[in-house]
């Protein structure tokens, strides 16, 4: 966006140009093409002005329009990704500016400073620019407060090739005292100041060059704030200081030390500019033009010529650097402080003023000081400076010289010593000046002792300048005041850039040739030896003289001057004086006078040629050929003018023409020839150069027949440098003006075809890949210019004719045989030339260039058509994002289809002709139809508003088009429609699955004609269903398809299916088929609407189950194990092991171990015969139910497999088998089992999917997980949906709200008796894993007061439990963790029932627990411990006591009989209970630490309190105080229902009892030691309960009748409550209702009993709403607020109120054993 604005901001500046406002407006498209890449849009073309343009569709061309291949060439050359490439690689060979500005310096020392910036070269180790020079006052500040707030400079001229490696060194010198100290600085005012080294930083610019921006040119780097400064250390001597940039970059500390961090010098910016230096001065008016400065002194040169010099850069510069010097010390101790003073005089002395730069940003002086170096006889200085004469001045640098001058001074400068100097004449004696390189002057000495330098120029310019070490023998006295020192000298270095001024003599001589004419020929075979530089300074003297000693000294010098003029054509070839090639074009337009010169050169030329063998420039020769030819031409053009007579004219241009015709044909006879490989590449890449020469002057036809001769000419060789140089030639004559004319292209197009189809037929095998590749990438790019020019200028000509005859059949083969992996560009080429050669094409030349082929050929010629068509489709070899060219190649196609589809017509397939080629190609061209109708890119539903209706406006529907095509030529086929069923099914219902309505209904109708076709001649059409079945399965679950296509498919074939004139048989089937194709439709449909989302895994599985059933039902075998596959899947994945060992069990079902049949690989499974895959899924079913610890539904296959290993004597899988079969056992006794809750669940509303939409389920949780959990997670899975706070049946305003309402409760399982178990005695642990597994019933109650008032906690007489009872299809676990519910009953339960059923629970729990401990499961005593405490010292609630205050009196019982049998079985579970609670203590004796016995005392003492006071129940049922056996123990009841608090059921074996036998009634007496006393012995059983009330009456007879104890009957558990008398819940007290309306609320909070504390009852409602994981609830509408409670499940057990009791003793706290959670 940066970028942007400053481009903006150059545009409002008004400083742009035309061609500067086109290149601005390039690069801002650019930078917005590069963000819709970044965002994902389509990539817009442009053109080279940034113009957006558009295919041609239409015959009305505007210049907008662009042809296929120019589109092509656009997409390449804009792609976003390589706009920045692009730009770089652009811009890799130009040159840039670096614009560098300074802030402020911060130093310590309080002087001024002089601070000089260059760039240094690290890899030359040379500075390569001049010296920008920033004076500084001792504050930091610039001397000139002008430039206070802009110290800049711009280093001009830098190759972007090293830019990475320069550095901007920065030296600063301090201007002040020799010697630096307080004394001198505040006593010594007047003391001269000198220059002294100080230091100097530096910056990197690799370091920041990534961080700059190149998409406008113009970049920044503001993150250069300070730079740091180092000095030399102090044991350095300072002549080192001109090293120390170096040794800092390499980082050699020991050399130089870091100042303080607060000093340094502080950087604004960093910027670079690209473009030509003028461009950048005009854009950037704020730089380069300010009034304090002249914009000479803002630029800062390099030392020389920039890579790519321009003609019109004007300079004359000098460059000279001091660099160093040696001095003897003389008579002094101390080595000299030397003191240089640099003059520039002329030939009289007289000082030249104002032409010496110090540096750029300041003003030029007269005479430059140098700096001091301390004490230092061979001073290093490294200081260039620029001498620039005075414009109009007579001064030149012929008659000036610069003057050295050298003097030791001091502090106070008072110490006179004799002063020395050198000087350096800028000129040499022949008249050139002085060369560029290192010069080491003499210096000589005044011999007295003198201040000023006192010599006149006359007396020392006649003296040597330049040091001879060989004559430096001894100190020479020249005259009585100048002394030669033989041992003191001084070096510098000079570098002249001038454009005016040469430093070659040879060049000199040529320039003046006739001055040395004797010499002549020396001087001519010198010229090569020029360098460039110098030669491009006086381009048009050169040629100047050069032809005119071709014209005056051909004889002598001819052969010479050819190869002079070679020679400095060959230079200008080169990149770095490419500006200088139009200062040649217009020396021969304009200046070129010499009319004799064309034979001369045309002979030489051809004789170069004719003995290339020999002639070792022939190369350069071919290089030189373009301008060679242009002074043939112009000269010949002068002499045809310089003529007066017709005739003459035409017999010269005659031999003019024939000496042409005769140097082409030795030039043909030298390439066939071959004897020098380089030599025929150099003729092969210029000669093209010479075509436009020769336009000038011959007819094209000529010219073409030139053309032709030297193509053919080229020798058929496998070299790479041939063959690219001979396509480069081609594509060098493709590109002239020669095809702009239809006389060109007739004579040219077939040579060039002949030529570049042997190239792209090459065989590949033959050479290298990679050099094949470029061969075809070189051909391909000629044909691609080829086509353009045609397509622009000839395309309505018999040359398209001539090329599509040419072209067509190698093109589609070309893009057949492509490898489109390895080599997509080339894919992209061939199938853009194919694409333009369509779009040429109208029907005349599809149909011309068909007709001469046979039937045989042309089925050929069609079937290759329609597979490359159609594999464009598929695979599109465009980008997505070039959505211009994707759309322009489907218009051509499509075009294209049409006018191949009228050939097809003539080749019909008949019936017997079932497996022929011409089925084949119909069959090609039906699969092309679809290709093209679904590929992606022509879906416009896909693409946004905008986008859609351009698509529309520029091409239509093109779908539409194709549909209405590919319908036409089904209906043409006839009766052999049937030969394409059912092969066409798939294809043709993925077209159908295309969102377009048009086209559906159009193509929908087709499969009527399969199924109408196919029944008339076999009377079913079963394939046409199986394929359209499996077809819409896969389409489907592609993400294909809508309800609006179910509708519409539906309706259509519905009523094609209902037309009365149809037989009755096809009527019916066709129907069936139809409403099972909707039925499908639908289940995929929801099924793909819940797949991709990873939360909705039930619901998947779900839909899973719908289409595995469907399939089943069909019998579609391959598609119900598919299904079986992904549900086992999806099981897997959600860890549900025991589901998906389940789901394995529909496949295994399927096998049979008495088949050897061969089953091909599925899935996980190798291809393996019927019961080995048998075997194999019975293994993986037992290892998931392993891992799902159900191994109880492992033995029905332990079994079926050891039957099998047995039968087969695999006796290794038999041990296997029966050892795991054994752990099993093991796992059921001792594996710590934990059981899962069930909870309701309904989807309510039309917002859910269709599948879900009212239906009720059970779904069984995993282990662990509670209310809260499920009710997160359904609410994960349906995010829209809300939570309904209540548990009865919703009303019909919620089922049909277009709202998402969902009902979660905890219910739980009724427990049928299994029939396995009846009359046995089961271990416990055994039973449990039937509480939860195997459920088909699942029960919800509520608590409600039946008299109407509101249910009262601690009243348990009132409380009644409204029981829900759900009944599921398929029982749980299964292949689902959700079950349906087919319906549901609605019954009450009495309060007695009630209190018996928690009773039982509670009893059942504590056997359990008592279980564990007995097999060694538990070893910790804390949980017995917490568990007895809570149920023996039941003090909180009362205990036992508020049942009798309850049921336990004479009013309850006189109710009803029925009243009195409930009273005794709640006696019968309490003395149960007690003798539970027996061996609970007994066993807790054994288990507990000893370190708790006060508390195992405790308990010891409660139990007995407790058994004291139940030993009336005893009594009353006629029980003894012996103990009971084992056997009578264990047949006390042990409920079979789930672990959950509030579901229990009667105990089975106390139920089933029929009698009891009387016992005594003696007392049993308490106990106080540790161990109770002991129970009635087992062997005893109860008395009769008849006899035991009949006894009751006789010894009460005030009381009231007893209830008489009916019989016992053995019954099955429902709904956790007792079957008497038939009915659930008895003959009195239950009452069963067949209702659809669901249960009312449930307290979800209590999940699982807590065994640690003891049973509580119920708490108010409003503390269950608190709870966590419990659902918000309100009453059922069927029963009042009063009567009905807000609690879940039914009463707890009641406690026993003791408050006198003693508090049990606390448990202390084993940390080896968890304590139990509370």
Known sequence: MSDMIQCLCSNYLGVLGQNQLEEKKRKITQLIDKGNALLGLDLVPRDEFGNKVSPITCSNRTPEQKGVLELYNIHKSVKPHNISKATESSESNESVHLFFGICQCVLLNQTPLEVYATLYHYERNEMISERFLVPLTRYGLPENRERLNDISTVFTDIS????????????????????????????????????RPLGLSYIAIKNHIDTLEASTGIRSDKNINRLDIYTLN?????????????????????????????????????????????????????????????????????????????????????????KTAKFSKGNKKAEKNVLVNVYVRDGNGKTIPGCI????????????????????????????????????????????????????????????????????????????????????????????????????????????????????????????????????????????????????????????????????????????????EELVKFLHHIFEALFMILDEKDTEYGDLVFDCLVYIIYTLADDKFEHFRPVLDNYIITYFFHAQVYIKLLDRLKNKVKNHETDRNIGDSM???????????????????????????????????????????????????????????????????????????????????????????????DEKEIIGYKLRCIGDIVKGVLLDSIEGCTQLIPLLMKHLKLHLKHDETARDELEVKKEKTQAVNILTYILITVSNKHSNTPVVKMIV??????????????????????????????????????????????????????????????????????????????????????????????????????????????????????????????????????????????????????????????????????????????????????????????????????????????????????????????????????????????????????????????????????????????????????????????????????????????????????????????????????????????EAAFTLEMYASKLKFESDMVLEQFEEFPREKDRERKARLFKTIINHHEEGMSFENCFPFYKLLADYYETIFDYKELSGILTRQAAAYTNILKAERQGVDFFYIGFYGLGFPQFLQNRRFIYCGRKFEKAGTVNSRFQEQFPAATLLPYTSHPDEEIKNSPKQHLQIYKVNPVIEEREEFIDRDVPSIILQFYD??????????????????????????????????????????????????????????????????????????????????????????????????????????????????????????????????????????????????QEGVEIHGKVCDPSVKQLHEHIVKMFNEMRKDTSKYRRELGLTSGTPSRASRASFAISSSSSNRYNSTLSRNMRSRHSMVSVTSAEETAHNGSTPPPLPSRKEILPDPVQLIQNRRSIQTDGPDQPVLPPKKRSSIVHGSPLINGSPLGRDSARSI?????????????????????????????????????????????????????????????????????????????????????
Not at 658 to 665: E, P, Q
Not at 1668 to 1687: K, R
Request: hydrophobic letters at 35%; one cysteine or more.
């Open 1332 to 1477: 939860s597994n195997d459920v088909k019933a699942f029960s919800y109650d509520k608590i409600f007061n039946k008299s109407g008032g509101k249910a009262k906690d601690d009243d348990f007489g009132s409380l009644w439990i409204h029981k829900t009872t759900f009944f599921t299809m398929d029982p749980l676990p299964s292949k689902l963790r959700l079950a349906e519910i087919t319906h549901h009953e609605i019954s009450e339960i009495s309060p007695i029932k009630s209190a018996i059923e928690t009773m039982e629970t509670k009893n059942k729990h504590l056997r359990l627990q008592i279980d564990g401990y007995k097999s060694k499961r538990e070893t910790s005593a804390k949980p017995l411990s917490m568990t007895l405490q809570g149920t023996i010292d039941a003090r909180v609630m009362g205990g036992i006591k508020k049942y009798e205050d309850a049921f336990f009196n004479e009013g309850f019982i006189s109710e009803s009989q029925q009243n009195g049998e409930d009273v005794l079985t709640l006696k019968r579970t309490i003395i149960e209970q007690v003798e539970i609670l």
């Open 1634 to 1718: 067949n209702s659809n309306s669901s249960a009312d609320n449930i307290d979800n909070s209590s999940n699982s009993l807590d065994e640690s504390q003891p049973p509580l009852p119920p708490r108010p409602a409003n503390m269950n709403k608190s709870s966590p994981e419990s659902n918000s609830f309100i009453t059922d509408d069927s029963l009042s607020d009063t009567q009905i409670s807000g609690i879940n499940g039914p009463p707890p057990l009641p406690q026993r109120t003791n408050s006198n009791a003693a508090r049990p003793p606390k448990v202390p706290r084993d940390k080896s054993v968890p304590v139990p959670s509370q």
């Open 805 to 1138: 005859d040419d072209l067509m059949d190698i093109l589609f083969r070309l893009v057949c045989q492509v490898d489109k992996e390895k080599d997509m560009d080339l894919a992209r080429d061939y199938v853009s030339c194919l694409i333009a050669l369509l779009h040429l094409m109208n029907n005349d030349h599809y149909t011309s260039y068909m007709k001469p082929m046979n039937e045989h050929n042309l089925i050929h010629f069609l079937n290759e058509v329609f597979l490359v068509f159609n594999d464009l489709m598929k695979s599109n070899v465009y980008p997505r994002d070039w959505i211009v060219m994707n759309m322009l190649q489907s218009y051509v196609v499509l075009n294209a289809i049409i006018c191949f589809s009228k050939a097809l017509t003539k080749l019909l397939p008949q019936v017997k002709d079932y497996m022929g080629k011409k089925k084949q190609l119909w069959e090609n061209f039906f699969y092309l139809c679809v290709a093209f109708i679904t590929q992606d890119t022509l879906q416009l539903e896909d693409f946004r508003q905008p986008k859609r209706k351009k698509i529309s406006s520029q091409y239509g529907d093109m779908r539409s088009e194709m549909g209405l095509e590919m319908i036409s030529m089904w209906k043409q086929l006839g009766d052999s429609k049937r030969l394409f069923v059912p092969e066409m099914v798939g294809p043709f219902l993925e077209v159908t699955l295309v969102p377009l309505d048009s086209l559906r209904r159009e193509v929908i109708p087709i499969f009527f004609d399969m199924i109408e076709c196919y029944h008339y001649h076999f009377t079913n059409f079963d394939i046409v269903e199986r394929e359209v079945i499996d077809k819409l399965d896969v389409h489907v679950s592609q993400g294909k398809g809508d309800k609006r296509y179910v509708a519409m498919m539906y309706e259509i074939l519905l009523k094609k299916c209902n037309n009365p004139d149809l037989p009755r048989a096809l009527h019916q089937s066709g129907v069936r088929f139809v409403n099972s194709v909707k039925y499908l439709l639908e289940h995929l449909l929801n099924f793909r609407e819940v797949r991709e989302s990873d939360h909705h895994s039930e619901a998947k599985m779900l839909c899973i189950v719908n289409l595995l059933n469907f399939y089943e039902e069909l019998n579609r075998q391959e598609m119900y194990l598919r299904y079986i596959w992904k549900l086992y899947s999806s099981h897997l994945l959600q860890k549900n092991f025991v």
């Open 160 to 195: 972007r090739k090293e830019l990475e490696k320069l550095y901007i060194i920065i030296r600063y010198y301090r201007r002040g005292p020799l010697k630096f100290d307080a004394n001198t600085r505040d006593n010594n005012r007047h003391t001269a100041e000198y220059l």
């Open 234 to 322: 102090k044991d350095k001597g300072e002549y080192n200081f001109s090293e120390l940039h170096r040794k800092v970059i390499m980082g050699e500390r020991a050399q130089f030390q870091h100042l303080d961090h607060n000093q340094g010098l502080h950087i604004p910016n960093l910027k670079i500019f690209s473009g030509p230096l003028a461009q950048v001065q005009a854009q950037n008016p704020h730089i380069f033009k300010k009034a304090h400065v002249s914009p000479s002194n803002i630029i800062t040169r390099k030392l020389g010529f920039p890579s790519v010099i321009n003609p019109t850069d004007r300079r004359n510069d000098l460059y000279v650097t001091l």
């Open 623 to 717: 290089k030189a050929l373009e301008y060679l030819f242009k002074f043939i031409v112009q000269s010949s053009n002068l002499h045809r003018q310089s003529q007066s007579s017709t005739q003459t004219i035409d017999r010269g241009f005659k031999r003019f023409v024939n000496s042409l015709c005769d140097f082409f044909g030795e030039l043909n006879n030298m390439i066939k020839s071959h004897q020098n490989c380089l030599n025929t590449a150099k003729a092969l890449k210029y000669f093209p150069q010479t075509i436009p020469e020769l336009n000038k002057i011959l007819p094209i036809t000529t010219t073409c027949g030139i053309i032709s001769d030297f193509i053919d000419a080229v020798p058929s060789t």
């Open 357 to 532: 730069s110090k540096g750029t940003g300041e003003p030029k002086v007269d005479e430059y000081q140098s700096s001091v170096i301390y004490h230092c006889n061979s001073p290093v200085w490294d200081e260039t400076i620029r001498v620039n004469l005075p414009e109009n001045s007579p001064y030149t640098f012929d008659n000036c010289h610069i003057l050295f001058t050298f003097r030791h001074v001091t502090n106070n400068d008072k110490n006179r010593d004799k002063p020395g100097f050198s000087f350096l004449k800028l000129s040499n004696k022949d008249g050139t000046l002085i060369a560029n390189k290192d010069h080491q002057l003499v210096v000589y000495k005044d011999s007295i002792k003198t201040a000023d330098f006192r010599h006149k120029a006359s007396d020392y310019l006649k003296l040597e300048s330049f040091y001879d070490r060989s004559n430096a023998q001894k100190d020479v006295e020249i005259s009585k005041n100048i002394i030669q020192k033989h041992s003191e000298q001084l070096t510098i270095s000079t570098v002249l850039c001038s454009s005016e001024f040469t430093q070659n003599s040879d060049l000199k001589s040529l320039l003046q040739w006739k001055e040395h004419e004797p010499q002549l020929g020396k001087i001519l075979a010198q010229v090569p030896m020029i360098q460039g």
